[in-house]
């Protein structure tokens, strides 16, 4: 089991840690009447003011959630802040906020992360405000860390594409972002040259993680952000050799009718489907292993048609409440799939798929707002997760699980952000280095 993604080794952490301290939830008006169009519109909204009102008032990144655990409220989360900066270009485009007011906040985001802790040009996976520095994951863990630092990577290289005016800070947005991207050493990760990313460094504990990134998961972005680096790139075999070569990559079966090229058996969490997905355009996109939106289409039906099947009997479940990814349950935080199933649906999974399930994943928003909205629905958008069997609702929001839902709702109304990262000419020449077929955005 050692190449499972972080987020299945993030339960052995979170189950043991997670503790709430305080009930924290608002409810939101539920508005009656709403077209298919201005349903999307509220949750993306209302979502975004997890990034926009909730942001740490220092540096303008996202807190890790909004409930006070353990690890307290003041843990700024690397990867759910790059999906909090593909959200601000949302708010922009939408005219939620002014670009000024977008361009702003992403500068002071930008010139935060240049002075907080860094390790060989990557991100930890939390920083400490107002210090900018390294908050430990893990005990070992309190160094560089690669894919939440793709995450990131991924929503600043969408904001140097959209903020591209004249202006003095414009300007020095791009040229921030433009800096900050080229002192990532991607290749450093390798580990000493192996053809392998490895996840994590410390400066205090070395490589002692020792944990190797094979597919296939959520990483794929990072191995295509590696490979894209102007400055510190990555050999085409690091992919070929490392991503691509485990117990877990190839699939190939079928699951509920649906064939699944990569992966675990029936896809295993859906934000497999969407973390890489949020810039990375998988229409079109192909390599040697996938064509990609098949994988991900498909995932995300192979998770529908098991919830509607529904094996354990679970209250609830069914073709408008459905959807396994991680998330909140009463025990802490577990990576909810169909093999691993423990009676909790999460808003993030169905509504983050829009693009792949469109007219599942309506069914479930209505459900989720219009029956369930008194329950579920808060000043933050949905609650984290939900059992339908035994009626807990989650204290909480995590950014991880709000900015898919801002962000793959965009992609599924206009392609935003797909289009902005599949510009970049950097990620062109990374993806046409691994051999993949893409669609160009001009």
Not at 36 to 53: A, G, I
Not at 245 to 271: I, R, V
Not at 391 to 398: E, F, I, K, P, T
Request: charged share 20%.
């Amino acid at each position: 089991m050692r190449f499972l993604s972080f987020l299945m080794i993030f339960i052995l952490f979170s189950i043991s840690n997670y503790a709430q301290k305080k009930s924290n939830i608002v409810l939101e008006p539920v508005k009656k009447g709403l077209t298919d169009d201005q349903l999307l519109e509220e949750v993306q909204k209302v979502t975004f003011r997890y990034f926009w009102d909730f942001a740490d008032p220092v540096s303008g990144l996202a807190r890790e959630r909004s409930n006070v655990t353990d690890y307290g409220s003041e843990v700024l989360a690397s990867g759910g802040s790059g999906f909090g900066v593909m959200a601000i270009i949302v708010a922009v485009e939408r005219k939620w906020i002014t670009r000024e007011e977008g361009a702003e906040r992403l500068l002071k985001i930008v010139n935060y992360i240049r002075k907080a802790d860094s390790f060989h040009g990557m991100f930890p996976h939390w920083w400490e405000s107002p210090s900018g520095k390294v908050r430990p994951f893990g005990r070992k863990d309190d160094g560089g860390d690669i894919v939440e630092s793709a995450f990131m990577f991924q929503g600043l290289l969408c904001v140097a594409e959209y903020f591209d005016q004249n202006n003095s800070v414009e300007k020095q947005l791009r040229a921030k972002i433009n800096w900050t991207w080229r002192e990532a050493e991607w290749n450093w990760y390798t580990k000493d040259g192996q053809n392998v990313l490895y996840w994590h460094w410390s400066p205090n504990c070395g490589w002692a993680m020792d944990f190797e990134i094979r597919g296939y998961n959520e990483c794929l972005v990072t191995y295509v952000l590696a490979a894209s680096s102007p400055t510190y790139p990555i050999d085409p075999q690091v992919y070929h050799k490392g991503w691509a070569m485990s117990n877990f990559f190839k699939n190939g079966k079928e699951f509920y009718g649906h064939k699944l090229p990569l992966g675990f058996d029936y896809g295993g969490p859906l934000f497999f489907s969407h973390y890489s997905f949020m810039g990375l355009d998988p229409r079109g996109l192909k390599d040697r292993y996938a064509d990609y939106w098949v994988q991900n289409q498909n995932h995300s039906l192979i998770n529908y048609d098991y919830c509607v099947d529904n094996p354990k009997k679970y209250k609830g479940y069914g073709a408008n409440c459905w959807g396994l990814t991680a998330g909140d349950n009463m025990e802490g935080y577990s990576a909810h799939s169909p093999t691993n199933d423990l009676g909790y649906i999460s808003p993030t999974a169905s509504l983050s798929s829009f693009p792949y399930t469109p007219k599942e994943s309506m069914a479930a928003l209505r459900h989720f707002y219009e029956d369930l909205g008194d329950k579920i629905w808060t000043k933050y958008g949905f609650a984290d997760s939900f059992s339908p069997q035994t009626g807990y609702v989650a204290d909480s929001h995590l950014a991880i699980d709000q900015g898919p839902i801002i962000v793959m709702i965009e992609n599924y109304r206009t392609g935003l952000l797909w289009k902005l990262f599949m510009k970049n000419k950097d990620v062109q020449n990374g993806l046409t280095k691994l051999g993949f077929e893409f669609k160009k955005s001009e």
